[in-house]
């Protein structure tokens, strides 16, 4: 940066003039919003956005409120097992698709990966309801799975992605090396490939997560009866209403996330190197 | 961690079947935050009976699932225009309200409707308008016309809303050129056109949540639904509700059992409970729109029973409408229009 | 690598072997992928020639209708046919705030994910989660999150007005530039979490090296973090520009409305517009044209990077 600065800091590779700023401005930028929310959940007004004094109603208010508990659970339900499935699935699909030489089929695996990020999310959400509804009553099976499919298919690329620009600058001399010395293929990978691909799975499947919990519009054609998510539940009151209920319930799941972040810290404070 | 996994998909498709199989239950299938949670549980605790409920956010997206089959829902509740939709399309249970023992509490102007002749499939749940809402701070002037959002007075100019609903507001704009809803007429259509074009510029948004925006000032005007409307009033006494003389649309939600349902006897059950006045004065009172059953008002909030926003005027009682289903021709007009306004 | 294209003998059976590994690791994505990702693209494209049905939904009966007024105009006034301006327009502003909306974040995500992976080992995985914090809030409550900041009494115009920067509130809800923030906000951590990915290993010997050789911090930046970070770049690029063309929750409620964007289009004919075909034709034009970038995008890094793999 231009500051002016008197003594020189020791000189530093990772350093970049300007980074630190722009990435503080990012964190300020990503949670300025955010506190708004949190402040606003102890609003005592009746709207979302009118302040009229402290209260902790839209608590009481959301504990009371069966609808919105549920659809909060089964909203984190289907995170959870949509991001693990697909994370799972898109690691060992990236595995297959880099590091190799082009072969026949490559381009056409990954354009399918990539296809439910290039199909507006309305045209899935309504396919999906016809194919779906044709399953349900052919069947009669209801059940969350549907939801669990469409989630899991839509969440690969994002799991995908990452983790294959991981792979991509992984060269395979340590592989290499260890099938030399006749390590077989699933030790070199569960002792060599996994824990260098780690980074690239953790992103991908935060990201899987985090896209999970955020669709509206594939969830709201293809849920059946009971199977509302806490998106569709505000979907469903967008054209009235919006209570600070769910700035409540909002808040509640980033104090949970935040409780995350703080046992991985320690974890990895305690076990990491 | 994958055993957790593991087990909660378990539970959660367990719990799903187990949905399936048991008999007293009704899953109701609803607009968003419009069913009063006291409502069901009364309903619950009276037949011993497991209600779930799952919102929609329109008509069409109702429509569509219902039409694709496998929902699992027993009971909708589409706007007046689209109950004629399900009844023509087969998706409505023929349950003869009209022969349960509560319709005799259903006002005389519910009893017949043009949508649903002799109440022979519907129920009625909320009715209401859709007016201009005006913040009379702002603008002294008559607020009982559709000039207000169409041909804007100076001070409201670049403060208006419209509700993003293509069908209402085109119907409004064919009303105030002095057409009907859903005409094919095109010089009617042309002349709704230049008018909503040159309107556009003076309004600052098309978007939904009257009730907490207009009293924060992010406009002083606008095309809305009257509950809303209402709604916003209790919040910022200036804020009052018009009946455009031109002419306004009245709509009405019905409740009606659908044909693939799974629990008929005890949808029907609902059905005849939602027409008893004590329960419909719940719907109302939580979604502050007027139900049309007679009696109710007597258990509904003070403040509710004279507003002019839920209770039309008599002076303008004959300018309102149903606005219908629009034909495919007629819907394709609306679009096009539709698509040159917001591109 | 190159000989491979001789394959013979030993050199092909091996090839032939890792090929089947290859496919077999990526078949179950794949079949999954089928089933709730292509099964409902073959029906939209079939969707695409059929004819509206009355009340939505298709009826099945040939019609190139659809196609047809994607691309032309048929004036209900006049009977005359044009080139559909609005929905080139509309496709215009699209591709425009979604681009916009791809660089702001990689201008304010590259700095914010380089920071974090310099970070020391141990606490990388903790910026890295915070980053995605606010994303465990639904992309509805964010967006209204953000309406609360820049609404006419949000938190810029009331924090400007008590410095006394400006004395009227600016109008920045309801346009372009609203919608621009919040797809930015909605979709920074699609674009931070890949360039992580990928900077996390990025190797500082060489960076050291660049400095040996009298390199500045802007060329060394320029010339050998961004080459060697530049598939976390792509994959991020790609995750923020593609959602934020088919966006419609964002326009609708931060831009107000009155502006629609593709998403918006597209979901007016399946919805109000009750016209299915259009709607899927529509979306077959915007799946075209992502899928012809995509394309140039893996032609161009095979003949750049095929001698790396």
């Not at chain 3, 030993?10 to 078949?27: C, E, F, H, I």
């Not at chain 3, 990928?198 to 961004?226: G, H, Q």
């Not at chain 3, 770049?233 to 964002?250: D, E, H, R």
């Amino acid at each position: 940066m231009i500051s002016p600065i008197r003594k020189r800091p020791p000189f530093s590779l990772k350093s970049q003039p300007g980074f630190g700023t722009i990435a503080g401005l990012c964190f300020v930028m990503l949670y300025a919003p955010i506190i708004t929310l949190v402040v606003y959940s102890f609003n005592a007004g009746k709207y979302i956005s009118m302040w009229e004094g402290f209260s902790l109603q839209w608590y009481v208010a959301a504990w009371g409120n069966e609808a919105v508990q549920d659809a909060t659970i089964r909203s984190l339900y289907l995170a959870a097992q949509a991001s693990v499935y697909s994370t799972i699935l898109a690691t060992m699909a990236a595995l297959g698709t880099t590091r190799t030489p082009p072969f026949r089929g490559l381009t056409a695996i990954y354009a399918m990966i990539n296809q439910p990020l290039m199909v507006p999310e309305i045209v899935t959400a309504v396919a999906l309801l016809i194919l779906f509804a044709m399953i349900k009553s052919l069947t009669g099976i209801q059940g969350m799975v549907y939801l669990v499919i469409a989630h899991t298919a839509f969440c690969i690329p994002f799991a995908y992605l990452p983790i294959r620009a991981r792979l991509e600058g992984m060269d395979l001399i340590l592989e290499t090396a260890a099938a030399d010395l006749y390590a077989t293929p699933w030790k070199t990978f569960w002792r060599i490939t996994l824990p260098l691909l780690w980074p690239g799975i953790i992103a991908g499947a935060m990201l899987a997560f985090v896209i999970s919990l955020d669709d509206v519009v594939i969830t709201e054609f293809v849920k059946s009866s009971g199977q509302e998510t806490l998106p569709t539940y505000m979907l469903g009151q967008l054209r009235r209403v919006i209570t600070p209920e769910i700035n409540a319930i909002s808040t509640l799941l980033l104090g949970l996330s935040m409780l995350v972040v703080c046992v991985l810290f320690f974890i990895e404070r305690k076990f990491g190197k | 961690m994958k055993m957790n996994v593991v087990f909660v998909t378990v539970a959660v498709i367990g719990l799903c079947f187990a949905g399936v199989v048991h008999s007293s239950e009704l899953n109701l299938y609803n607009w968003g935050n419009y069913t009063s949670p006291d409502l069901i549980k009364k309903f619950e605790a009276q037949y011993d009976v497991n209600v779930t409920i799952t919102d929609y956010d329109s008509n069409t997206t109702a429509l569509a699932k219902v039409k694709a089959g496998g929902h699992g829902f027993d009971i909708v509740v589409p706007s007046a225009n689209y109950v004629k939709v399900f009844i023509e399309e087969g998706l409505a249970l023929e349950v003869r309200p009209d022969q349960m023992e509560n319709f005799k509490h259903v006002a005389p102007q519910w009893r017949n409707p043009s949508f649903d002749p002799g109440r022979r499939y519907s129920v009625p749940w909320l009715w209401g308008t859709v007016g201009v809402a005006v913040d009379t701070d702002v603008y002294k002037g008559d607020i009982n016309t559709a000039s207000i959002v169409f041909d804007p007075p100076e001070e409201l100019a670049g403060k208006i809303n419209m509700a993003p609903e293509m069908g209402d507001v085109l119907g409004m704009a064919l009303k105030y050129v002095g057409s009907e809803p859903c005409t094919t007429d095109k010089v009617a259509l042309k002349k709704a056109r230049d008018l909503l074009m040159a309107a556009k510029p003076k309004w600052v948004s098309m978007d939904y949540g009257l009730t907490e925006k207009m009293p924060r000032g992010d406009f002083s005007a606008a095309l809305y639904w009257n509950g809303a409307v209402y709604r916003a009033g209790l919040a910022k006494p200036s804020i009052k509700f018009g009946y455009p003389r031109e002419g306004y649309e009245i709509w009405m939600d019905n409740a009606l059992v659908l044909k693939d349902a799974k629990n008929v006897e005890t949808a029907k059950l609902f059905l005849n409970f939602i027409m008893d006045p004590e329960n419909a004065a719940l719907i109302s009172t939580f979604a502050r729109y007027a139900n049309g059953i007679s009696g109710s008002e007597a258990f509904m909030p003070d403040e509710m029973k004279t507003a002019s926003a839920i209770n039309i005027p008599d002076e303008f009682k004959d300018a309102g409408m149903f606005f219908p289903a629009c034909s495919k021709e007629a819907t394709e007009y609306y679009t096009a229009i539709w698509t040159e306004l917001t591109k | 690598m190159k000989n491979d294209k001789l394959a013979s003998g030993p050199v092909g059976d091996m090839q032939r072997k890792r090929t089947r590994r290859n496919w077999l690791l990526s078949a179950p994505a794949l079949v999954v992928l089928a089933a709730a990702a292509s099964g409902p693209l073959l029906i939209v494209l079939v969707y695409s020639v059929l004819s509206a049905g009355e009340y939505g939904g298709v009826v099945w009966k040939f019609s190139t209708d659809a196609w047809f007024n994607v691309v032309f105009f048929r004036d209900i006034f006049d009977g005359t046919t044009t080139l559909a301006d609005a929905h080139m327009k509309i496709l215009w502003r699209s591709v425009r705030l979604s681009f916009m909306t791809t660089l702001i974040t990689l201008t304010i995500g590259f700095p914010t994910a380089y920071v974090i992976a310099t970070r020391p080992r141990e606490t990388r995985s903790f910026w890295l989660f915070l980053i995605t914090v606010p994303f465990w809030t639904n992309l509805l409550i964010r967006t209204f999150a953000i309406l609360e900041v820049i609404r006419n009494e949000g938190l810029i115009n009331i924090g400007l007005q008590m410095l006394g920067v400006i004395d009227k509130p600016i109008q920045m809800l309801y346009t372009d530039f609203a919608i621009m923030v919040g797809m930015t906000y909605v979709y920074l951590p699609l674009m931070v979490l890949p360039l992580y990915a990928s900077m996390e290993r990025l190797d500082f010997n060489l960076v050291e090296a660049a400095y040996d050789l009298y390199a500045t911090r802007r060329k060394v930046l320029r010339r050998v973090i961004i080459p060697l970070v530049k598939p976390g770049i792509i994959a991020g690029s790609i995750l923020v520009f593609i959602p934020s063309l088919g966006a419609f929750v964002t326009p609708r409620v931060l831009g107000g409305g009155k502006k629609m964007m593709l998403g918006n289009l597209i979901e007016l004919q399946f919805g109000a517009g009750r016209n299915w075909p259009l709607g899927a034709a529509l979306s077959v034009t915007l799946l075209a044209l992502v899928m012809a970038a995509l394309l140039i995008y893996v032609r161009s890094t095979q003949s750049h990077s095929g001698s790396v793999r």
